[in-house]
């Protein structure tokens, strides 16, 4: 959790504080799981949903994603010895979490992010191994949250991983969204785009889900494993034609594309036993900033959750925002905090380091000149913006002020992708470990 703020005022900089751990607070990924459960020793009650665990033979759990670790222990904390096991595939936040964990019930398997790799198929593997033989009178539990596209990886026939990797690489640099990104994903795998609930059938399927995605539509979050998919591959061929990624790609991602078969669509009777449940969202962290912004005397609401599009451009669009609340205290008046959400994309023409909510707050920095009291604030929710290794950055007149002052151009760093160098240069990234949630991105607009 954030105890400071750069280039804030103590005051400022502790409010503001408080009202960005609400939002990742109410992203808790274990809250998420024991919230959206019951559980009274026999009766498991999930949503509309409820199941009889005496009557089952065998209650399993997996999941995949950043937070799955976390969902996974809350997960076994409720169920006890109710359930057989729990195997989960996450994101290792340091090297020393190369090797699985594996405690009472729960084993924590280890994959590779963004880009998928040997251990993400290794891991994916044990994770569907552990489900076995599968009944009509088994449950399984699965748990999802974002990265999980990376994470959980099976290629489809005639697919190796670096067809995979570096169709990835390709579709990362070009700009494209994450809903277009994950439709190319799930005709080139095996468990992606509802495939995973068709192997668990017959069995009863409950999914609990935490969104990284932007209006959370759940056949697109980690590619929809356990949704029906209505997609096709002629949709995912055309994607390729949209940003001319043809011609570099591996000619096998092409003869998948064309040949293999296509995924569960709504109505395939293998999902029928399948419940899928939302249980946190981006919309649900900026909800919660709101509230504790209005406790800590703001003046304050959410603009929009689905703030898309270039990085850039949509650091210029929440500048002219702030520069109106500042100035002439419209739309809402001082002290005021407006909390922007969602998911922005970079298109790469440089190979520096940084990431969309670093690249935001510097394409939004030369237009806050002046601006007094007032900062705006970009938060990846996962702690791990783009290839930075950091959570975000404050931008405000003073940041802009010690740039001037170090001779640093924000034009030049942004036109080679390089925000991470200027912001940890000017003293300006947020100080936020990695979270181990994901809800997408938060921008706070703030003045005082």
């Given at each position: 959790?954030?105890?400071?703020?750069?280039?804030?005022?103590?005051?400022?900089?502790?409010?503001?504080?408080r009202i960005i751990n609400a939002a990742l607070q109410a992203a808790d990924p274990a809250q998420a799981v024991l919230s959206s459960l019951a559980f009274?020793?026999?009766?498991?009650?999930?949503?509309?949903?409820?199941?009889?665990?005496?009557?089952?033979?065998?209650?399993?759990?997996?999941?995949?994603?950043?937070?799955?670790?976390?969902?996974?222990?809350?997960?076994?904390?409720?169920?006890?010895?109710?359930?057989?096991?729990?195997?989960?595939?996450?994101?290792?936040?340091?090297?020393?979490?190369?090797?699985?964990?594996?405690?009472?019930?729960?084993?924590?398997?280890?994959?590779?992010?963004?880009?998928?790799?040997?251990?993400?198929?290794?891991?994916?593997?044990?994770?569907?191994?552990?489900?076995?033989?599968?009944?009509?009178?088994?449950?399984?539990?699965c748990l999802v949250s974002g990265g999980a596209s990376a994470l959980l990886t099976e290629p489809a026939a005639g697919l190796t991983l670096g067809d995979?990797?570096?169709?990835?690489?390709?579709?990362?640099?070009?700009?494209?969204?994450?809903?277009?990104?994950?439709?190319?994903?799930?005709?080139?795998?095996?468990?992606?785009?509802?495939?995973?609930?068709?192997?668990?059938?017959?069995?009863?399927?409950?999914?609990?889900?935490?969104?990284?995605?932007?209006?959370?539509?759940?056949?697109?979050?980690?590619?929809?494993?356990?949704?029906?998919?209505?997609?096709?591959?002629?949709?995912?061929?055309?994607?390729?034609?949209?940003?001319?990624?043809?011609?570099?790609?591996?000619?096998?991602?092409?003869?998948?594309?064309?040949?293999?078969?296509?995924?569960?669509?709504?109505?395939?009777?293998?999902?029928?036993?399948?419940?899928?449940?939302?249980?946190?969202?981006?919309?649900?962290?900026?909800?919660?900033?709101?509230?504790?912004?209005?406790?800590?005397?703001?003046?304050?609401?959410?603009?929009?959750?689905?703030?898309?599009?270039?990085?850039?451009?949509?650091?210029?669009?929440?500048?002219?925002?702030?520069?109106?609340?500042?100035?002439?205290?419209?739309?809402?008046?001082?002290?005021?905090?407006?909390?922007?959400?969602?998911?922005?994309?970079?298109?790469?023409?440089?190979?520096?380091v940084g990431g969309r909510n670093l690249e935001l707050a510097l394409a939004a920095l030369p237009e806050l000149a002046g601006l007094e009291n007032a900062?705006?604030?970009?938060?990846?929710?996962?702690?791990?913006?783009?290839?930075?290794?950091?959570?975000?950055?404050?931008?405000?007149?003073?940041?802009?002020?010690?740039?001037?002052?170090?001779?640093?151009?924000?034009?030049?760093?942004?036109?080679?992708?390089?925000?991470?160098?200027?912001?940890?240069?000017?003293?300006?990234?947020?100080?936020?470990?990695?979270?181990?949630?994901?809800?997408?991105?938060?921008?706070?607009?703030?003045?005082?």
């Amino acid at each position: 959790m954030l105890s400071n703020l750069p280039g804030l005022p103590p005051g400022a900089s502790e409010s503001v504080c408080r009202i960005i751990n609400a939002a990742l607070q109410a992203a808790d990924p274990a809250q998420a799981v024991l919230s959206s459960l019951a559980f009274d020793g026999r009766w498991l009650r999930a949503g509309a949903q409820t199941f009889d665990l005496n009557a089952c033979r065998r209650v399993i759990g997996i999941g995949f994603g950043k937070a799955s670790p976390t969902m996974g222990r809350a997960l076994l904390s409720l169920l006890k010895d109710r359930v057989e096991s729990i195997t989960v595939v996450g994101k290792p936040i340091a090297d020393t979490e190369a090797e699985p964990i594996r405690k009472d019930q729960l084993t924590i398997l280890w994959g590779s992010h963004p880009v998928p790799g040997p251990a993400s198929i290794e891991a994916t593997r044990q994770m569907l191994a552990s489900l076995g033989d599968l009944s009509a009178d088994d449950l399984v539990i699965c748990l999802v949250s974002g990265g999980a596209s990376a994470l959980l990886t099976e290629p489809a026939a005639g697919l190796t991983l670096g067809d995979l990797q570096a169709l990835t690489r390709q579709l990362l640099a070009c700009g494209a969204n994450i809903n277009e990104i994950n439709t190319l994903r799930k005709h080139l795998d095996t468990v992606k785009g509802g495939q995973l609930a068709a192997r668990t059938y017959p069995a009863r399927l409950l999914t609990l889900i935490l969104s990284d995605v932007v209006g959370s539509p759940l056949d697109i979050i980690a590619s929809g494993p356990t949704v029906p998919d209505a997609s096709t591959r002629a949709d995912a061929l055309a994607l390729l034609d949209k940003y001319q990624l043809r011609p570099n790609l591996p000619p096998a991602v092409l003869r998948a594309l064309n040949n293999n078969p296509e995924t569960p669509k709504p109505g395939d009777p293998r999902l029928a036993l399948t419940q899928n449940l939302l249980v946190g969202s981006n919309e649900g962290a900026a909800r919660a900033a709101v509230e504790a912004a209005r406790a800590a005397g703001f003046h304050s609401a959410v603009l929009t959750t689905r703030l898309t599009g270039e990085a850039a451009q949509a650091g210029l669009f929440l500048a002219g925002v702030l520069s109106q609340m500042a100035r002439h205290n419209e739309p809402l008046p001082r002290s005021a905090c407006l909390v922007a959400g969602g998911e922005t994309t970079v298109t790469l023409r440089g190979s520096g380091v940084g990431g969309r909510n670093l690249e935001l707050a510097l394409a939004a920095l030369p237009e806050l000149a002046g601006l007094e009291n007032a900062a705006l604030i970009t938060l990846a929710t996962d702690g791990d913006d783009g290839n930075s290794g950091v959570a975000g950055a404050v931008a405000c007149a003073a940041s802009l002020e010690r740039a001037r002052a170090l001779g640093l151009d924000p034009a030049a760093y942004l036109a080679r992708n390089d925000s991470f160098p200027f912001w940890q240069q000017t003293g300006s990234l947020l100080p936020l470990a990695q979270t181990g949630t994901n809800v997408n991105d938060l921008a706070f607009l703030v003045t005082w």
